[in-house]
T-cell receptor, first 118, second 116 residues
Framework: AQKITQTQPGMFVQEKEAVTLDCTYDTSDPSYGLFWYKQPSSGEMIFLIYQGSYDQQNATEGRYSLNFQKARKSANLVISASQLGDSAMYFCAMREGAEAGNTGKLIFGQGTTLQVKP | NAGVTQTPKFRVLKTGQSMTLLCAQDMNHEYMYWYRQDPGMGLRLIHYSVGEGTTAKGEVPDGYNVSRLKKQNFLLGLESAAPSQTSVYFC???????????????FGDGTRLSIL
């Protein structure tokens, strides 16, 4: 069954340091996309970064990068130079491809709450 | 830029009451989705639509119905609300559904629903 696992319910990081949020996934579909979303305390879902299963290079978007290890089925989010505004819940999600019917639906992990300390 | 708008933002219902949550998007997206978010469980798909006039069941469809009569609107209905449906509901839309597309789903701000 398709699944996303985030094993870190909560994380702390010191301001200006880097932090890695873990995400592992399980799918038999060779074509899939991986997304990270941020949910601040205000509740909205903010898209951060995308990695496709056929992408050869790790995705980067500003201070966000994705450590994609396909053989290990992991897609960890790295936030560099943490800021107080990074305190939020972070969700890893997977969009499957043709084998799942190309519905476009996302399967979400349980989320990781990140707190940045000043 | 409105994006995805959900109405209402908060609602309290009594068990057995019915209500409809409205989702409207102004981005001309073909695909729309309803999720519910519960503590420790991430977001789970309730129903989705791949085009005007079409709907399909997601992971947790029981107790909900949906309609997509217009491309820009996706309605989620609770016919007889139950306390187990207390949750935060998110609507999302996307221009693409293929796995290798980098187009993300765009989310509304959510509806916080409490069933007493």
């Amino acid at each position: 069954a398709q699944k996303i696992t985030q094993t870190q319910p909560g994380m702390f990081v010191q301001e200006k340091e880097a932090v890695t949020l873990d995400c592992t996934y399980d799918t038999s579909d060779p074509s899939y996309g991986l997304f990270w979303y941020k949910q601040p305390s205000s509740g909205e879902m903010i898209f951060l970064i995308y990695q496709g299963s056929y992408d050869q290079q790790n995705a980067t978007e500003g201070r966000y990068s994705l450590n994609f290890q396909k053989a290990r089925k992991s897609a960890n989010l790295v936030i560099s130079a943490s800021q107080l505004g990074d305190s939020a819940m972070y969700f890893c999600a997977m969009r499957e491809g043709a084998e799942a019917g190309n519905t476009g639906k996302l399967i979400f992990g349980q989320g990781t709450t990140l707190q940045v300390k000043p | 830029n409105a994006g995805v708008t959900q109405t209402p933002k908060f609602r309290v219902l009594k068990t057995g009451q019915s209500m409809t949550l409205l989702c409207a998007q102004d981005m001309n997206h073909e695909y729309m989705y309803w999720y519910r978010q519960d503590p420790g469980m991430g977001l789970r798909l309730i129903h989705y639509s791949v085009g005007e006039g079409t709907t399909a069941k997601g992971e947790v469809p029981d107790g909900y119905n949906v309609s997509r009569l217009k491309k820009q609107n996706f309605l989620l209905g609770l016919e007889s609300a139950a306390p187990s449906q207390t949750s935060v509901y998110f609507c999302a839309s996307s221009p693409d559904r293929t796995a290798h597309s980098n187009q993300p789903q765009h989310f509304g701000d959510g509806t916080r629903l409490s069933i007493l």
